[in-house]
């Protein structure tokens, strides 16, 4: 069975479809050439600056990780600071990183940035699990960031933060260290 793509015009009644046979490779190519720069482009417009204010940064997150066959939980909470700078986004994008997260996909979605991608647990060192964040600003000095697994029969995992301004960076120090590279949990 040929792969189609279907591309929306206008009002999306009408579609056009490409036909992609499983073998043509060129197809393939020209395809994720096509659409590379597309994505790439989505993701650099995403700007968070005007609804997350620059400043340090109170994250207080509630974390449970689960191994589903036999009901085990662990649960962990905490607060950690960081100062968010000029680009939200990508001060965002690497504290999630830090988690040993992938971000594979962003996007703004009316009020909410989400982002899918897949993380590492520290208790369990197997594969990778698929994750969704979600990041929704509430005013510009508070937002909430969601974490959670997608669709995992074997592992589960959520995050639930609240992050809340607390004045200004302490140094421009604060905003060049890199953060560590920890599994989540």
Known sequence: MPFVLATCKHDCSQTTRLPLKPGDTVNRYLLLLL????????ALDIDL???VAPGKWALAYQRTGEFKPLHIKHHEAGTSYTCIGGDPRAKIVAW?????????????????YRMDGECRLKWW?????PVSVELRPETSKTFTLD???NGNSLLG?????????QG????????LKPLPRQPVL
């Open 125 to 129: 060192q197997g594969e990778s699990i």
């Open 147 to 149: 974490i959670h697994t």
């Open 96 to 112: 999630i990183q830090s988690k040993d997260c992938v971000v594979h996909s962003e996007r703004m979605d009316e009020k909410v």
């Open 168 to 175: 200004p960076c302490d140094t421009l120090e604060s905003q």
């Open 35 to 42: 659409l590379f720069p597309a994505l790439t482009a989505l």
């Open 157 to 165: 995992f959520t995050e639930h933060t609240q992050a809340a301004l």
């Open 49 to 51: 600056a005007a609804k």
